[in-house]
C-alpha cells in the first residue's frame, strides 16, 4: 500500500452536478497528478500541481479544476458533470525529479447518472 | 494525435514460462518509458522506468527494452507466477517526466 489516500472512494452525481474529490500525497512528495481512468482504458492525464502551482495540464475542459494545499494535498473539482465524467479518477504523488516514480492512490469512483 | 497500443488485452502463459509484453507508441517520441502494474480496483504500480539512451532495464525478474527506432518497449517477467497476474500499463514520457496518456494495458494471467 502506498501512502496516497483518496476521498471519497465511490460517489454517485446527477449530471449537472459540482463534485470535489481529495487526496493525501505521500509524505516528503510535493507534485501531485490526476488522472482519469474510463472503464477499460489507460489512465489519462488531468493536471499536475507542483508547490500549489498547476505545472501541466493534459486535454480536459476548464471544467475540471484543481487546488494544492501548503501540506501537499490536493483536490479535484468537475463542475457541470457530463455522463462521460464517469471514471475512476486518480491521484499520484511522487518528488519533483523527471521520470520518478508515482505512487497512486486507490481512486474514487464517480459514476454519473 | 498520440496513440499507444499495447499488444494484446489478455496474455495466458504457464508458470515458469517468460510472458513478453508489447508497447507501441506513434505520432509521439517519449524521453522516457514506465511499467506499471495495476490490480482489480487498486491503483497503478509503478514497476520500472527506462531512458531514451538506455536499452535495456532490469530489476529481478523484470526486464524492460526501449527502442526509440521501432517506437516499441518491450517488458519481460521472467520465471512467471500465479501472483504476476494483473493488468500491465505502459506509460510513455514527455521531456517534462509527464506521462499523457497511458496504454489501455494487457492483462496477464498465470495458471499454475
Known amino acids: 500500500e502506498t501512502g496516497v489516500t483518496q476521498s471519497p472512494t465511490h460517489l454517485i452525481k446527477t449530471r449537472g452536478q459540482q463534485v470535489t474529490l481529495r487526496c493525501s500525497s505521500q509524505s516528503g512528495h510535493n507534485t501531485v497528478s490526476w488522472y482519469q481512468q474510463a472503464l477499460g482504458q489507460g489512465p489519462q492525464f488531468i493536471f499536475q500541481y507542483y508547490r500549489e502551482e498547476e505545472n501541466g495540464r493534459g486535454n480536459f475542459p476548464p471544467r475540471f479544476s484543481g487546488l494544492q494545499f501548503p501540506n501537499y494535498s490536493s483536490e479535484l473539482n468537475v463542475n457541470a458533470l457530463e455522463l462521460d465524467d464517469s471514471a475512476l479518477y486518480l491521484c499520484a504523488s511522487s518528488s519533483r525529479d523527471i521520470g520518478s516514480e508515482q505512487y497512486f492512490g486507490p481512486g474514487t469512483r464517480l459514476t454519473v447518472t | 494525435s498520440q496513440k499507444i497500443e499495447q499488444n494484446s488485452e489478455a496474455l495466458n502463459i504457464q508458470e515458469g514460462k517468460t510472458a513478453t509484453l508489447t508497447c507501441n507508441y506513434t505520432?509521439?517520441?517519449?524521453?522516457?518509458l514506465q511499467w506499471y502494474r495495476q490490480d482489480p480496483g487498486r491503483g497503478p504500480v509503478f514497476l520500472l522506468l527506462?531512458?531514451?539512451?538506455?536499452k535495456e532495464k532490469r530489476k529481478e525478474r523484470l526486464k524492460v527494452t526501449f527502442d526509440t527506432t521501432l517506437k516499441q518497449s518491450l517488458f519481460h517477467i521472467t520465471a512467471s507466477q500465479p501472483a504476476d497476474s494483473a493488468t500491465y500499463l505502459c506509460a510513455p514520457l514527455n521531456q517534462a517526466g509527464t506521462a499523457l496518456i497511458f496504454g489501455k494495458g494487457t492483462t496477464l494471467s498465470v495458471s499454475s
Open positions: 527506462i531512458r531514451e539512451n538506455e
Open positions: 505520432n509521439y517520441s517519449p524521453a522516457y
